[in-house]
């Protein structure tokens, strides 16, 4: 457990505009920032962080909070995980206790999965820094590579002793349990049968191996890659052996270098991606360290948005072999898709990164990467169309290329791209046009037909809803759905839930009595045995007043910090208005007192409950038949309900017509 007085030391530290820039580029807009948001595919800037309010909002898919609210969505953390990850960048001490059984056992098994994994990755460096074999071997072999210590460091590099079950009888003293060790991927289980029993043992996945420890966009150890040395690679089938996927690791959803990447990578506007661990590392030993691996992998609309969150530029820097050329035209229609900018750098014949980097000082290898790379186009171009007599494999390499530039949303950028190609290749503009507005109108007939078929299996996986009795009618039966009302009601408990707008009102036993927002907006609901519709706006209602006796409640503070996510988004897009992005555009103050806003629209949910009452009673006698009573009675009913209806209009000063 985290204390009190220490959560209110982080809380106080974190800043909204430190924490989502780990995560997204932000620029200035007036007051506040915007970005692409993390949470859906953004391709205008939708995400407004506030550094005033300390919260963040996106205004498509409506997701934000506080600094630990937006953790706990973007990395999937509980509550008491964000904290710790806002402590450790803010440095900020925790002592906690020493977990018993009962509640490791308690922990989520994500937690529990990282914990493994940290350990594990401290385990591995540790051997290669301390071990007599990990310093002969391991850090030897690290050597042979050029690889500095500030890198192996920088990188967490480590080395698997030999011995099969090295981890998992260190990881057995340390009391970590082996479920946890194979569901991470660190070891693998062998079923052995005896004489007398069958037996379940697990071995190392890496034994012998030098390790390269895979962290995500937050820095926690997701998975790891183990390197057979050099000496021992002669006649190996597999080189690497990576993690598994797992609840806490998939592959196509992460990058390997990116945590240490995402600063440069904003900071050079550019990122560069290789093919492996070793590439990545020996550029960042060369001073270029805006650059992340794939792994061999083709790029996911995972990756291709985490990319696009810190930049629009991508050079890809591959061997100039066949398979550096497949692997740079892997994937890259969905890079241009996504509005990605791509430059292609193929390296001179057997050489890959790694090996150039280590021949270049760090400026020749920046002024060769400058000189010698080129647009996408010109790349697929180059390598496809010119110097290919053939009249057929020439047209169809032209309408590869054409297909390319289709995919790409930026209308500008799109016809500089033809008209380049068409110069290129000597052919009319009008006819690469014709081509291309077919494939742009193929996409988008493509793309109806598979929201079409979305459509039909989530209906088809819909489960048929019995056919509900009908209720009756009672006086205070709010509305199915909470109405607008309702909302704004929420919203004044959310913004100014602690101000007081009742000063020592006289009770009838001549004592007194003060309100605030959040106080006087459940005693007039509880007049009449009325609750707002929606549960979480009756669980924001309760714990306003529940705390209204503290004398430090900030409502707004409280609820965006809230550790129930749902609240914490709910109470950010209340506190947050869509139009308070600075500048001619700051947003207004409402005309009359808080005292009279909360009045009126406590009025206007009365009225909102009665008119529904009203055409609930209408709807009940178009369906009464030939029952003289039951009709009687819902004709008093509607009577009753009406002169509640006109009596709340009047007090509001409006005026309805029967």
Known sequence: MIDRATVDRILDAARIVDVVGEFVTLRKSGVNYKGLCPFHDDRNPSFMVSPSKNICHCFVCGKGGSPAGFLMEHEQLTYPEALRWLAKKYNIEIVEKELTDEER???????????????????????????????????????????????????????????????????????????????????????????????????????????????????????????????????????????????????????????????????????????????????????????????????????????????????????????????????????????????????????????????????????????????????????????????????????????????????????????????????????????????????????????????????????????????PLTLHTPTEQASSVELLLVREIVRHGEEIIFQDVETEDGGKVSFNVAQYISFDLSQDGLTFVLPIHNQILSEAVEHSDDPDFKAETYFCSHPDIQVSQLATRLAIDRHQLGGRFAAQPREGSLRQRVLHLMMDYRLDIVEHRLKEIQRQLQQVGNNMERMMQLLKEHKETKEIRDELAKRLGSDLVV
């Not at 308690?106 to 460096?125: L, T, Y």
């Not at 930026?410 to 000597?426: C, E, G, M, P, V």
């Open 105 to 471: 056992e308690a922990q989520s098994e994500r937690e529990s999965m990282f914990i493994v994994n940290e350990w594990a990755k401290d385990w591995f460096h540790n051997i290669l820094k301390n071990d007599p074999d990990g310093i002969a071997i391991g850090k030897q072999y690290f050597r042979s590579r050029s690889i500095r210590d500030d890198i192996i460091e920088k990188f967490q590099l480590g080395y698997a002793p030999q011995k099969r079950d090295a981890l998992a009888q260190a990881a057995k003293t340390k009391g970590y349990k082996p479920e946890f060790l194979v569901k991470t991927g660190l070891c693998v289980e062998r079923k052995e049968e005896s004489e007398k029993r069958k037996e379940v043992t697990i071995y190392d996945r890496y034994a012998g191996r030098a390790i390269f420890p895979w962290f995500n966009i937050s820095g926690k150890v997701v998975a790891f890659g183990g390197r057979v040395l050099d000496s021992r690679t002669k006649g190996v089938a597999q080189k690497y052996v990576n993690s598994p996927d797992s609840e806490i690791y998939h592959k196509e959803r992460e990058l390997y270098g990116i945590y240490q990447a995402k600063k440069a990578i904003v900071k050079e506007d550019c990122v560069f991606m290789v093919e492996g661990y070793t590439d990545v590392i020996a550029m960042h030993q060369a001073g270029i360290e805006n650059v992340v691996a794939n792994s061999g992998t083709a790029l996911s609309t995972y990756q291709i948005h985490m990319l696009h969150r810190f930049t629009n530029n991508i050079t890809l820097l591959y061997d100039g072999d066949e398979a550096g050329i497949h692997a740079a035209m892997r994937g890259t229609d969905m890079l241009l898709a996504e509005g990605m900018n791509i430059k292609v750098l193929l390296l001179p014949d057997g050489d890959d990164p790694d090996s150039f980097a280590r021949k270049h000082s760090t400026d020749d290898l920046k002024r060769y990467i400058e000189e010698n790379q080129t647009d996408f186009i010109s790349f697929k171009s180059r390598l496809t169309v010119e110097n290919v007599s053939d009249p057929v494999k020439r047209s169809e390499a032209i309408g590869g290329i054409v297909k390319s530039i289709s995919v790409i949303p930026d209308q500008i950028l799109r016809s500089t791209y033809i008209t380049d190609f068409a110069h290129r290749i000597n052919m009319k503009e009008q006819t690469l046009i014709a081509e291309m507005n077919k494939y742009i109108r193929r996409g988008i007939e493509d793309k109806e037909k598979d929201n079409a078929r979305e459509l039909e299996r989530e209906q088809a996986q819909q489960p048929q809803q019995p056919q509900q009795q009908e209720a």
